[in-house]
């Protein structure tokens, strides 16, 4: 399968954003891509480096104008589209969602982010609720896509979860990136954990994973923080952790990768790490902390 990855730098402009998604979605299915995949809260602005309740006029309802939008341009490109949209499902509870949109522009499932960071410059737990929908793939023509959402990716237990309920492959919609007050040094740590930790999913579970981040800079509205410089590195990783493609830090790319799913059969066979599991003596990781 040719998977699509659009990463982009934001504007301040929903319609422009949405507009250069779609002409890059466009791009990426005359190249062959049958699965598209679109970074985190990709209509704007990463609105969540300040807390502001006129903010929450950019959330909007699935269904609604964006899921109307991309669920076109899925079906006007005949492909299957992730996108992750900023949900108003009643006033004063907002998800932060992935909408998986099949190819002929119909809704096959949604995704609810279950972990709500909330650091300095990343305020998600002042919009978010945490997600209801639990870690269940979405069923659609190229497979069952067991999507999650940026700080999801850092927890071993959904990626597992996800796989144990037949994920074809893990994907995660993106955006983080560095605070001014971080050296070389540290960046580059951070980052390598960032995809060091997500390839240890591919590796742990047998599957493809597929990351879309942001990319340039976006300034502190509030002007407390210099900002943050998204990092880019979009990436494929296949089933054994090893890298099939990485964007640049610095620059857009609308990248076309092919993943082989058969592959996950076969690395599974020879690293049955399903089949060894010890289930009968894993309850305690229901509890926050075993003192």
């Not at 040719?2 to 422009?16: R, W, Y």
């Not at 609604?64 to 939008?69: M, V």
């Not at 522009?105 to 909330?118: E, Q």
């Amino acid at each position: 399968m040719k998977i699509g990855l659009i990463q982009q730098a934001c504007t301040p402009s929903v319609a422009e954003n949405r507009a250069r998604l779609a002409d890059s979605v466009a791009d990426v299915a005359a190249r062959g891509a049958e699965l598209v995949v679109l970074q985190e809260l990709h209509n704007t602005p990463y609105f969540c480096q300040v807390e502001s309740t006129d903010n929450f006029d950019l959330a909007e309802p699935v269904p609604g104008p964006s899921t109307d939008f991309f669920g076109e341009v899925a079906r006007r490109c005949g492909v299957v589209l992730v996108a992750s949209l900023f949900e108003r499902r009643a006033a004063g509870l907002c998800h932060n969602t992935a909408v998986v949109f099949e190819r002929d522009g119909s809704i096959a499932g949604t995704y609810r982010k279950m972990h709500i960071p909330d650091d300095p410059a990343y305020y998600e737990k002042f919009y978010f609720t945490p997600g209801d929908l639990g870690f269940r793939p979405v069923q659609t023509s190229v497979g069952r896509l067991g999507v999650q959402v940026c700080w999801d990716q850092w927890y071993p237990e959904g990626a597992r979860l996800m796989a144990l309920a037949g994920a074809d492959l893990l994907i995660y919609p993106t955006a983080i990136g560095y605070a001014s007050s971080d050296t070389p040094d540290e960046q580059a740590r951070q980052r390598d954990a960032w995809q060091t930790v997500q390839r240890g999913h591919a590796v742990a579970n047998g599957l493809p994973v597929v990351t879309v981040n942001r990319t340039g800079f976006e300034p502190d509205p509030s002007g407390q923080t210099d900002g943050i410089r998204f990092w880019g590195t979009s990436f494929v990783a296949g089933p054994q952790g090893e890298l099939l493609h990485q964007s640049p830090e610095d620059e857009e790319e609308n990248a076309v990768v092919e993943v082989s799913l058969a592959r996950s059969e076969q690395v599974r066979r020879w690293w049955p790490f399903l089949r060894d599991r010890r289930i009968e003596a894993f309850g305690d990781l229901v509890r926050r902390y075993i003192d």
